[in-house]
C-alpha cells in the first residue's frame, strides 16, 4: 500500500507491466485474458493490497452509506444486542448495517473485512474479546491501515487496540471492575470459598474478568492461594461440563463466579443435577444480563454490560467527530444487577477448614 492512500488501477497496471484496460478486464473477469497474464495482474493486485473503489460507485449511482459488523456468533445474546445497538444507531442516521459472523476463525474475518473495503464500507467494527497474540496484532494493524487507505475506518468494540497510534477507536468496558465489584457481592455475603469458571486464557475480556475477581479476594484479604480459576471457555455446555466435573471432585467452595450468564446457566443446571441446590447449596454470579437471566430459576444475579449501547456508541462515537476518532479510546461502565441467585452460604460450610 502507498503512503499517499489507495492504491490506484493505474499503480497495479505499471507494477503488472500491462496497461489499465488489461487490468480492469482481469478484474472485472468480463472478458478473456491469457492466463499469465491474469496471474501477473492478480499477484501486482494483491501485493499493492488493492481492492477495487466500490465506494466511489456507490456515490456515482447514489448508494447508502454502509457500516459493517463482525460478530464471533450471532446466536449469542451478548453478540445480538451489541449488532442491534450498531443497526439501530446506523438506521437513525440512514445508514446500511451489514452483519456477519467469523465463528472465531481469523481467516473468515479477514475475508469478510476484505470484502466490505471492496463493498465501500465507511464503517467496519469487530466485536469482542480475542486472544491477543501477535497473529492478531499483525491482522488488527492491517485493517486498521488499509481502511484508513480506503478512507474508511475500524472500530474495535469490546476489543484492545494492538498498540495506540494505529486509526483505529476502541469502545470497551470495564470487564475488571464488573467481576471485582459481582465477586466483592459474593464476599459480603460471607463466601470465602468461590470459584472463577469460565477463563480461557489469553482471551482479552476473561482476562480481564479472572484479574478482578482475584483482585476482589485480595481486596477482602483473602491469600492469591484462594482463588481457583477453572478454564473452560464460555458457554452454556461449557459451564455444565465443567461444574458436573468440578461437583464430582470436591464440594469444598459454596459459590462460583461464572464467565458469561449462558456459563451460569450450565452451572445452575449441573448443581440441579447433583441433588443441589442455588443458592442454598451453591450461590452463582453470571456476567452480561442477557434478556433471558432474570427467567433463570433462580433469577441470576450478573453484571449488566451496556451491551447495545457498546454497539450505539461505535456508531455515534465514530461518526461525531471522524478526524479525531481514529486513536481514541472509551469506556463505558458496568453495574450489578441484584436477583435470588446468591445467599449467605450455610454455617457449616462457610467455618469448614481448607
Known sequence: MTAKGRVTIREVAERAGVSVATVSRV????????????????????????????????????????????LRQVTSPFYAQVAEGVEAEAAERGWLCVVGATGGDPARELEFVQLMREEGARLVILVGGVVEDNAYRERVAHYAQALDADGARLVLCGRPAPEPRLPALVVEF??????????GHLLSAGHRRIVFLGGLPGNTALDARVAGYRAALADHGLPPEAARVVDCGLGRAAGHRAMTELLSQTREFTAVVAGDDMVAAGVIRAVA???????GDVSVVGYNDIPLAEDFNPPLTTVRTPSEELGRAAVRLALRDPEHAAGAYHLLGTHIVVRDSVAAPRPERAHRPK
Open 273 to 279: 443435577e447433583a441433588g443441589l441446590t442455588v443458592p
Open 27 to 70: 478484474l472485472s473477469g468480463n472478458y478473456p485474458v491469457p492466463p499469465a497474464t491474469r496471474a501477473r495482474v492478480l499477484r501486482a493486485a494483491h501485493a499493492l493490497d488493492y481492492v477495487a473503489n466500490a465506494h466511489a460507485r456507490a456515490l456515482v449511482g447514489g448508494g447508502r452509506k454502509m457500516v459493517a459488523v463482525v
Open 174 to 183: 470495564d470487564n475488571e471492575a464488573g467481576a471485582r465489584a459481582v465477586t
